[in-house]
């Protein structure tokens, strides 16, 4: 089972867990909270079917990764990141993110260049900032967020259970073909079993202020989200994206947050026809003009 050493906490080695299929161009799938890569395993099936290569990992404390009491900051995350591209020796490489997983995406680019990546894409993304303000009134008030680290103090399994509502809006999903009761225990299993430092320091991630990276994402990227999600909405987060950085903008109607299983098939062909589209974007870009006057003959 592969490991990747990322730091150490007094004597242990901090390690994150991750899984590297297939062959051909590569994608990094960068999962959201509280879950692991094993959230991408319908669309990374889809994906390796059509001849790419897959990597996913557990971010530090979760899945299988090391569970520290330190890290979780979007710094460390981005870090632990670029360990991985970097002791892998990963080029051109297509970063997707969900939920946080769009968090680390951001900040790596912002913070290591894009050397490494060729696109990013940015599945119902927490950039560029959530918190209600003056000039973001529609952002979720800090008292909301404040209320959950409590609920989390509190009882952090009867929270896990109310976050999975919202997160696939199951009082318009309840019976859903695409969503069985097995798959809720599944999830509610996964996120039980993360460091509970870990899904407390968390939260606090999710106040923080993108807008200074943004300017820094320098590659073609692509942002999908529900219009009907409950957990980052999408009028605060993925339409003011779109209009904050160079990206195409894919919406998916009645969506929920959770769309990396229920919209599975539909996100994997957009991720598909957008890394299409930029190959044949460089293709145009990289003709001479002697062998373009060639074709129009």
């Given at each position: 089972m592969p490991y990747l050493k990322v730091g150490k906490e007094?004597?242990?080695?901090?390690?994150?867990?991750?899984?590297?299929?297939?062959?051909?161009?590569?994608?990094?799938?960068?999962?959201?909270?509280?879950?692991?890569?094993?959230?991408?395993?319908?669309?990374?099936?889809?994906?390796?079917?059509?001849?790419?290569?897959?990597?996913?990992?557990?971010?530090?404390?979760?899945?299988?990764?090391?569970?520290?009491?330190?890290?979780y900051d979007w710094d460390t995350f981005a870090q632990d990141l670029d360990c991985l591209l970097t002791e892998l020796n990963l080029t051109d490489v297509t970063l997707v993110g969900h939920s946080m997983g769009t968090g680390e995406v951001t900040r790596y680019l912002a913070m290591y260049g894009s050397g490494r990546v060729s696109r990013s894409v940015f599945i119902a993304p927490i950039p560029p900032f959530i918190l209600k303000s003056k000039e973001n009134p529609e952002?979720?008030?800090?008292?909301?967020?404040?209320?959950?680290?409590?609920?989390?103090?509190?009882?952090?399994?009867?929270?896990?259970?109310?976050?999975?509502?919202?997160?696939?809006?199951?009082?318009?999903?309840?019976?859903?073909?695409?969503?069985?009761?097995?798959k809720l225990r599944a999830d509610f299993n996964l996120a039980a079993v993360s460091s509970p430092i870990a899904f407390l320091k968390c939260v606090d991630t999710w106040m923080s202020d993108f807008r200074e990276d943004l300017p820094k994402i320098d590659v073609p990227s692509l942002i999908i989200q529900g219009d009907a999600?409950?957990?980052?909405?999408?009028?605060?987060?993925?339409?003011?994206?779109?209009?904050?950085?160079?990206?195409e903008l894919r919406v998916i109607e009645d969506g929920s947050h959770g769309i990396p299983w229920t919209h599975a098939d539909e996100i994997a062909e957009e991720i598909l026809s957008f890394m299409h589209r930029s190959h044949e974007r460089i293709s145009t870009v990289n003709v001479t003009p002697e062998r373009e006057t060639n074709q129009l003959q």
């Open positions: 007094n004597s242990s080695d901090i390690k994150v867990h991750y899984q590297d299929h297939g062959n051909g161009e590569i994608l990094v799938l960068i999962h959201g909270y509280p879950f692991s890569g094993l959230a991408w395993e319908k669309i990374e099936a889809k994906l390796l079917d059509q001849g790419y290569r897959v990597i996913t990992y557990d971010r530090r404390g979760f899945g299988l990764s090391s569970s520290p009491s330190t890290g952002g979720v008030e800090k008292s909301v967020l404040e209320g959950f680290k409590e609920a989390i103090k509190q009882d952090r399994y009867a929270f896990i259970s109310e976050f999975l509502k919202n997160f696939y809006n199951l009082d318009k999903l309840t019976g859903n073909k695409d969503l069985s009761d097995e999600d409950k957990i980052l909405p999408f009028k605060v987060t993925g339409e003011v994206l779109a209009q904050k950085i160079a990206a």
